[in-house]
C-alpha cells in the first residue's frame, strides 16, 4: 500500500520515479510548491534502512523532513494515521530505518491493509493483490493518504521554516 500511495503521490503531481539510485528508486519534483524527492526502497521491507540512510546522506536531508509511508496491518483497511516520532510498532521496515537512521524522528504516514481473517501467512496477505471489491475503497484510501503526504509536507516545512528563524 505505500508503494501504491508513492506511485499515486508521483502521478499527480508527474515526478517520474526514473532515478536508479541509494537502493531507491526516486525522483524529483514539487508537491504543493515544495522540492522533494519522493522514492521508493528497492531492498526487501525489512531493509528498508539501508536505502532510506543512503538516500538521505547523499541528499543531504536530516532524518526529521522525511515521510515515510508504509502498510498497516494493525488498521483496518482504508485507515489511515499519521505519527510523528515513536517507535515501529512491530513493522520490520520503520524498524529497520529507525535502526540504520538512529533516531525515531521521522514522520509516518501509516496505511491501513487490516489482518488476514482466514488464517494466511501476514507476509502473503500483505503482498497479494486486493479483491475486486475491495479496490474502490483502496482507491479512496490512495487519495486520502495523498492528501495526508500534503498536509505533512507543509507541517515540516513551517516547522523547518520557524527553526531557521
Request: cysteine-free; hydrophobic content about 35%; aromatic content about 4%.
Amino acid at each position: 500500500m505505500g508503494f501504491l500511495a508513492i506511485d499515486t503521490l508521483a502521478e499527480k503531481y508527474r515526478i517520474k520515479l526514473d532515478q536508479h539510485q541509494h537502493r531507491s528508486l526516486s525522483g524529483r519534483g514539487e508537491v504543493e510548491g515544495y522540492p522533494v524527492v519522493v522514492s521508493k526502497a528497492m531492498t526487501y521491507m525489512n531493509e528498508s534502512g539501508v536505502a532510506a540512510k543512503a538516500l538521505l546522506q547523499a541528499l543531504g536531508i536530516p532524518p526529521e523532513r522525511m515521510i515515510v509511508v508504509h502498510d498497516e496491518i494493525d488498521l483496518p483497511l482504508g485507515k489511515i494515521k499519521r505519527k510523528f516520532k515513536g517507535g515501529n510498532a512491530g513493522h520490520g521496515g520503520v524498524g529497520s530505518i529507525i535502526k540504520k537512521l538512529g533516531t525515531e524522528d521521522f514522520a509516518r504516514l501509516r496505511i491501513g491493509v487490516g489482518r488476514p481473517q482466514d488464517g494466511r501467512d501476514v507476509v502473503d496477505y500483505v503482498l497479494s493483490p486486493f479483491t475486486n471489491e475491495e479496490i474502490p475503497q483502496v482507491n479512496d484510501t490512495l487519495e486520502e493518504a495523498v492528501n495526508r503526504v500534503e498536509e505533512i509536507l507543509k507541517e515540516i516545512n513551517k516547522t523547518h521554516n520557524e527553526t531557521e528563524e
